[in-house]
């Protein structure tokens, strides 16, 4: 087994895999309400394909943790009988990032087959504000779709939460007191600019200053103690534990130096980073034939060039081709 080592010392072990490009809520940050042009279906890696480079990861290159996402994960068909095969296949930890429709209907099968854990996103309580962020009417189906997730032993449920002007901004101790009184853990996450229509604002988006700030406002916050390590979110103490409340400041306080992940897209090409620029496409590879072993070094190769970070603030920075929705997040 040889990592997944980058130019700067940084060693990948969690792995993103995006199950598809697409999805059936629009939020404003992420999507356009007429949606995108989705992948087209040979493009995109069949549950073979999916398995095999995931066996790959964990057994050449030292991943041990892979996460679904997309896209909305829930929508991919065979999302229960791939879990089903990486769990007899590898003993990463396993876990998706879902919105959480149909979850209620597919947790207890997700858990059977050995998925470990649920992130939920959830932006808002209020079915109002629920609508006008996400487009559409479903926020019954998110709270089911959590209870059923806690119910399956899919926990600690956590849920991620982006905050925007204007919209839900006024709404993060609101938030925080219902996942506190469900057992959901929270983290809330800095917008950044991976929206397909390119309307992210440095000025306007909500920072984990402001965040922070406002849950004060109703809640006592000290730091966790518990030391950060990879992990993205900055944790605080709720009003003295055990609940606790999480910050990713991936704006305005980007935590790169520190960064464990690798992510595949749904047509098989590896990105070294949310904001790379460019990719590396294992689908062709692995539709010619190459071996295992061939596709591992493929993979060392693309992680090796990861930049040190993603450079939002630098007057050159420029938005990465794909949206959030089409790498996976
Ligand atoms: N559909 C699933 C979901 O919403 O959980 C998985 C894919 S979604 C792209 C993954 C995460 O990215 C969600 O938590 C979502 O809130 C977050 N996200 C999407 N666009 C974002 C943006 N522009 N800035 C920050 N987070 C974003
Ligand atoms: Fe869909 Fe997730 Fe994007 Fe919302 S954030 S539109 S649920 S992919």
């Known amino acids: 087994m040889q990592p997944l080592i980058d130019q700067h010392g940084r060693v990948a072990t969690d792995l993103r895999v995006s199950l598809t490009d697409k999805c059936n809520l629009r939020c404003t940050y992420c999507m356009p309400a007429e949606g995108l042009d989705w992948m087209p279906t040979d493009q995109q890696l069949t549950d073979d394909e999916i398995v095999r480079l995931i066996g790959i990861a964990a057994e050449h290159l030292g991943v041990r943790e892979v996460r679904f996402t997309g896209g909305e994960p829930l929508v991919r068909r065979g999302l229960v009988d791939i879990v089903r ?18 979850l209620a209907r597919t947790a207890g099968a997700l858990a059977e087959a050995g998925l ?5 996103s959830l932006d808002t309580v209020r079915r ?5 962020v996400t487009r ?4 019954d189906d998110v709270v089911e779709g959590l209870a059923a997730a806690e119910a399956a032993g899919l926990g600690p449920v956590k849920v991620n939460a982006v905050l925007l002007r204007g919209v839900n901004d006024d709404q993060a101790p609101e938030l925080l007191g219902w996942c506190i009184e469900h057992g959901y853990h929270l983290r809330f996450i800095e917008q950044m600019p991976l929206d397909a229509q390119h309307g992210w604002d440095r000025d306007a988006m909500v920072t984990a200053d402001e965040i922070l700030t406002s849950l004060s406002g109703a ?5 966790a103690v518990e030391p950060r390590g990879s992990a993205p979110a900055e944790l605080f103490t709720v009003d003295g534990g055990p609940a ?4 990713i400041a991936s704006v305005t306080r980007p935590f790169c130096g520190d960064c464990d992940r690798v992510r595949l897209t749904a047509d098989g090409q590896v990105r070294n980073c949310l904001f790379a620029r460019s990719e590396s496409d294992l689908r062709a590879a692995l539709r010619a034939g190459a071996s295992d072993e061939e596709l591992a070094e493929r993979w060392r190769v693309a992680m090796w060039g990861k930049a040190a970070g993603h450079g939002i603030d630098d007057p050159t920075f420029l938005q990465p081709d794909r949206p959030m929705s089409a790498i996976g997040g």
Not at 128 to 132: N, P, V, Y
Not at 244 to 247: H, K
């Open 244 to 247: 606790t409340v999480g910050i």
């Open 116 to 120: 470990d854990r649920v992130n939920v």
């Open 219 to 223: 809640f006592e916050l000290s730091p």
């Open 128 to 132: 109002d504000t629920f609508h006008e």
């Open 136 to 139: 559409r009417d479903r926020f």
């Open 85 to 102: 095969r990486v769990r007899a296949a590898t003993e990463v930890e396993m876990s998706i990032t879902t919105n959480a429709l149909g």
